[in-house]
């Protein structure tokens, strides 16, 4: 299986920066499949952020484009998302995803962006 750990979320003001990370384990897992962070906000869909290949090819949504950064560390399984210039409307629940013909996901980190 795959075991998903993220951190890094919290509150902060509109403007500010926040880094979420990403540790990713277990006996299936294996760096050369994709990964990605997704964000749900109340009453809406989860929706993706962005997405990173093995070889570090990243695509992002047009909301978060200029503003968020996905990367991975590979040696230490691990991914980060840095986001900067947030705004009210970045608030969600952000998860990280890895797929490996299934979907793994963590368990969550709450980012709160205060006007």
């Known amino acids: 299986q795959v075991q998903l750990v993220e951190s890094g979320g919290g509150l902060v003001q509109a403007g500010g920066s926040l880094r979420l990370s990403c540790a990713a384990s277990?006996?299936?897992?294996?760096?050369?499949?994709?990964m990605a962070w997704y964000r749900q906000a109340p009453g809406k869909q989860r929706e993706l952020v962005a997405t990173i290949t093995s070889s570090s090819t990243t695509n992002y949504a047009d909301s978060v484009k200029g503003r968020f950064t996905i990367s991975r560390d590979s040696a230490k399984n691990t991914v980060f998302l840095q986001m900067n210039s947030l705004k009210p409307e970045d608030t969600a629940v952000y998860y990280c995803?890895?797929?490996?013909?299934?979907?793994?996901w963590g368990q969550g980190t709450q980012v709160t962006v205060s006007s």
């Open positions: 277990g006996s299936i897992f294996s760096p050369y499949f994709p």
């Open positions: 995803n890895y797929r490996r013909y299934v979907d793994y």
